[in-house]
C-alpha cells in the first residue's frame, strides 16, 4: 500500500520545534480506567495516535459514549450505560493491540464478565499474556478459552491479592491496579513498576477514589472500594517520544526544540545524551536538544526499567551511537530482541555486532538463554540510503532517524506502526526541515 510507504530524502539536519502530547504508555491505560467510574471523565493532553483511536473504538462497543471536548486534545468519556460488546466487534476493532487484556479488570468490575481475542503488538520480545491470566485468577476470575478468544467471569466479584511479579513488568502492574481497585478487600503487589507513566495513572484512579499508596521498595498496596466516580486529568507528557526528537537532533547534526518535554521524567536519558556529546537546555516549556559540534563520544549502557535507561530509549539513540567515535556496548536487559533492528542499520553502513552474552555490566535474565541482547557499535559510519521495512514502533522511528542522517533517498514501509505512538509524525518532520514524500506525490507530481 503506497500510503504505508514513505520515501525519505536524507542529509539534512534537522531544525526547528516540535510538541509532544499526552504519553502513549499513560492515554490508552487511563481511557481504560474510566470504565470503572460511575460518572464521565475528562482526560486532557491527548495525542491523535493510533492506540487512541483504537481504545475509544473499543470503549464505545462496550456503550461509553466518548466525544472529543471544547480544548484540543480533550476526551470525555461517560460510562454510565456500559454494557457487553459483540465478541465479533471487539476481535474485529482490536486488529493486533495488546490494550484489551487491560478492560479485563474494569468490565469484570462493571458487567461481571468480559471477553479479550487473540492479542498482537510489537514483535520485540516475549510478552506472555499468561501472568495476566494467572493474576486475574488470584483475584477470583473464572477464564475460559475457546477459538475465538477467551472469556472471563467473576461470579463472586473480584477479591484483593497478594501478587509478586518476577519481572517489574508495566503491562503487569497496570493490569493488577486496574483489577484491584474495586476489588473487595486489599491488593499488595511487589516488584512493581514504578515508570512515571504507571505513576499518572495511579494519580488517575486516585483522582476516581482509589486508595493506593507506593513504597520505596516497588511494593504497591490498593485497598479496594466499592465504587469510584469520573477524573479529570491533563496526562504527562511523552519522554518516549521526547527522547526520540532528542537523538534525531543527533544523528543528524540538528536542533530540536521540544516543546513539552521535562526534566523530571527524562534525567536519566539527559545524562546520557551528555556523556555522548549531545547538548541540551531546559526550559518551563520544554527541552532544546542539539549536535554541538564535534566528534561523539562513545559509551557503554544497559537498559532497565524505571529509573534506569528506558528500553524505548535505546533504539533511537543506537542510531546516534553509529556517529560516535570508537566502540559503544549496549546491553538490553527489558526486551530479549529489540537489538534485532541493527540488521537495518549494518545494511546501511553501520558495523554493529550483536552477542548472546551480557556485555558492559550486570547479568541478566537473558545471558543464558542465547538472545542476542548485547550490541557492539563502531563509528563514525557514514550511512547510505536504502529500503527499510519496519518492524515495530521504536525501530520504526529509529529507521526514519536513520534514513534522515543517510546520504540519499531511503524507502520506509510500514509507517503505520509508527502512527502507534508518534501523533503526526510526518508534518512534524516536515516542520524541522525533512524532506519525505509519499511516492503517490511522486507520482502525480511526474504526470
Given at each position: 500500500?503506497?500510503?504505508?510507504?514513505?520515501?525519505?530524502?536524507?542529509?539534512?539536519?534537522?531544525?526547528?520545534?516540535?510538541?509532544?502530547?499526552?504519553?502513549?504508555?499513560?492515554?490508552?491505560?487511563?481511557?481504560?480506567?474510566?470504565?470503572?467510574?460511575?460518572?464521565?471523565?475528562?482526560?486532557?493532553?491527548?495525542?491523535?495516535?493510533?492506540?487512541?483511536?483504537?481504545?475509544?473504538?473499543?470503549?464505545?462497543?462496550?456503550?461509553?459514549?466518548?466525544?472529543?471536548?471544547?480544548?484540543?486534545?480533550?476526551?470525555?468519556?461517560?460510562?454510565?450505560?456500559?454494557?457487553?460488546?459483540?465478541?465479533?466487534?471487539?476481535?474485529?476493532?482490536?486488529?493486533?493491540?495488546?490494550?484489551?487484556?487491560?478492560?479485563?479488570?474494569?468490565?469484570?468490575?462493571?458487567?461481571?464478565?468480559?471477553?479479550?481475542?487473540?492479542?498482537?503488538?510489537?514483535?520485540?520480545?516475549?510478552?506472555?499474556?499468561?501472568?495476566?491470566?494467572?493474576?486475574?485468577?488470584?483475584?477470583?476470575?473464572?477464564?475460559?478459552?475457546?477459538?475465538?478468544?477467551?472469556?472471563?467471569?467473576?461470579?463472586?466479584?473480584?477479591?484483593?491479592?497478594?501478587?509478586?511479579?518476577?519481572?517489574?513488568?508495566?503491562?503487569?502492574?497496570?493490569?493488577?491496579?486496574?483489577?484491584?481497585?474495586r476489588a473487595e478487600g486489599?491488593?499488595?503487589?511487589?516488584?512493581?513498576?514504578?515508570?512515571?507513566?504507571?505513576?499518572?495513572?495511579?494519580?488517575?484512579?486516585?483522582?476516581?477514589?482509589?486508595?493506593?499508596?507506593?513504597?520505596?521498595?516497588?511494593?504497591?498496596?490498593?485497598?479496594?472500594?466499592?465504587?469510584?466516580?469520573?477524573?479529570?486529568?491533563?496526562?504527562?507528557?511523552?519522554?518516549?517520544?521526547?527522547?526520540?526528537?532528542?537523538?534525531?537532533?543527533?544523528?543528524?547534526?540538528?536542533?530540536?526544540?521540544?516543546?513539552?518535554?521535562?526534566?523530571?521524567?527524562?534525567?536519566?536519558?539527559?545524562?546520557?545524551?551528555?556523556?555522548?556529546?549531545?547538548?541540551?537546555?531546559?526550559?518551563?516549556?520544554?527541552?532544546?536538544?542539539?549536535?554541538?559540534?564535534?566528534?561523539?563520544?562513545?559509551?557503554?549502557?544497559?537498559?532497565?526499567?524505571?529509573?534506569?535507561?528506558?528500553?524505548?530509549?535505546?533504539?533511537?539513540?543506537?542510531?546516534?551511537?553509529?556517529?560516535?567515535?570508537?566502540?559503544?556496548?549496549?546491553?538490553?536487559?527489558?526486551?530479549?530482541?529489540?537489538?534485532?533492528?541493527?540488521?537495518?542499520?549494518?545494511?546501511?553502513?553501520?558495523?554493529?555486532?550483536?552477542?548472546?552474552?551480557?556485555?558492559?555490566?550486570?547479568?541478566?535474565?537473558?545471558?543464558?538463554?542465547?538472545?542476542?541482547?548485547?550490541?557492539?557499535?563502531?563509528?563514525?559510519?557514514?550511512?547510505?540510503?536504502?529500503?527499510?521495512?519496519?518492524?515495530?514502533?521504536?525501530?520504526?522511528?529509529?529507521?526514519?532517524?536513520?534514513?534522515?542522517?543517510?546520504?540519499?533517498?531511503?524507502?520506509?514501509?510500514?509507517?503505520?506502526l509508527i502512527e502507534r505512538?508518534?501523533?503526526?509524525?510526518?508534518?512534524?518532520?516536515?516542520?524541522?526541515?525533512?524532506?519525505v514524500e509519499l511516492p503517490?506525490?511522486?507520482?502525480?507530481?511526474?504526470?
Open positions: 500500500m503506497q500510503d504505508d510507504v514513505l520515501l525519505v530524502h536524507g542529509g539534512s539536519p534537522l531544525e526547528g520545534e516540535v510538541r509532544v502530547k499526552g504519553a502513549k504508555n499513560l492515554v490508552p491505560k487511563a481511557m481504560v480506567a474510566a470504565l470503572l467510574g460511575e460518572a464521565p471523565s475528562r482526560l486532557r493532553n491527548v495525542p491523535e495516535i493510533s492506540d487512541v483511536r483504537i481504545v475509544k473504538g473499543l470503549l464505545q462497543l462496550h456503550g461509553v459514549a466518548v466525544r472529543e471536548g471544547e480544548e484540543p486534545g480533550e476526551l470525555l468519556m461517560d460510562p454510565t450505560q456500559v454494557e457487553q460488546a459483540n465478541v465479533a466487534d471487539i476481535d474485529a476493532h482490536a486488529g493486533s493491540s495488546r490494550i484489551p487484556i487491560l478492560f479485563c479488570g474494569p468490565l469484570l468490575h462493571r458487567l461481571g464478565r468480559a471477553f479479550i481475542p487473540d492479542l498482537g503488538g510489537c514483535m520485540i520480545g516475549d510478552r506472555p499474556i499468561d501472568f495476566h491470566l494467572s493474576v486475574l485468577r488470584e483475584f477470583g476470575a473464572v477464564i475460559t478459552k475457546r477459538p475465538e478468544g477467551l472469556y472471563i467471569e467473576a461470579p463472586n466479584g473480584l477479591k484483593g491479592t497478594k501478587v509478586s511479579l518476577p519481572f517489574p513488568s508495566v503491562g503487569a502492574t497496570e493490569q493488577v491496579l486496574l483489577a484491584a481497585v486489599t491488593t499488595e503487589l511487589s516488584n512493581a513498576a514504578v515508570e512515571p507513566e504507571i505513576i499518572d495513572l495511579i494519580c488517575v484512579l486516585q483522582k476516581m477514589g482509589a486508595i493506593i499508596s507506593v513504597t520505596t521498595d516497588r511494593v504497591i498496596r490498593i485497598t479496594g472500594v466499592s465504587k469510584l466516580v469520573g477524573y479529570d486529568h491533563r496526562a504527562l507528557p511523552d519522554r518516549l517520544e521526547a527522547a526520540s526528537w532528542a537523538c534525531a537532533a543527533l544523528a543528524t547534526h540538528g536542533d530540536i526544540y521540544v516543546r513539552g518535554a521535562r526534566q523530571l521524567d527524562m534525567m536519566t536519558f539527559l545524562n546520557v545524551f551528555r556523556q555522548v556529546g549531545g547538548a541540551f537546555s531546559i526550559e518551563d516549556e520544554g527541552i532544546r536538544f542539539w549536535h554541538p559540534g564535534g566528534p561523539l563520544n562513545a559509551i557503554a549502557l544497559e537498559t532497565d526499567v524505571h529509573p534506569g535507561f528506558q528500553t524505548d530509549w535505546q533504539q533511537p539513540l543506537v542510531v546516534a551511537l553509529t556517529q560516535a567515535t570508537g566502540l559503544s556496548i549496549v546491553h538490553e536487559t527489558v526486551y530479549e530482541r529489540r537489538l534485532g533492528f541493527t540488521s537495518a542499520l549494518n545494511q546501511m553502513g553501520a558495523t554493529i555486532q550483536l552477542y548472546s552474552e551480557c556485555l558492559g555490566g550486570t547479568p541478566c535474565r537473558f545471558g543464558q538463554r542465547n538472545f542476542q541482547h548485547s550490541a557492539v557499535i563502531s563509528g563514525p559510519a557514514k550511512l547510505h540510503a536504502t529500503d527499510l521495512d519496519i518492524p515495530d514502533l521504536r525501530a520504526g522511528f529509529s529507521y526514519l532517524i536513520a534514513a534522515l542522517a543517510a546520504e540519499g533517498t531511503s524507502r520506509v514501509t510500514g509507517i503505520d505512538g508518534y501523533e503526526d509524525f510526518q508534518a512534524k518532520l516536515e516542520a524541522l526541515g525533512a524532506r503517490m506525490r511522486v507520482a502525480e507530481s511526474v504526470a
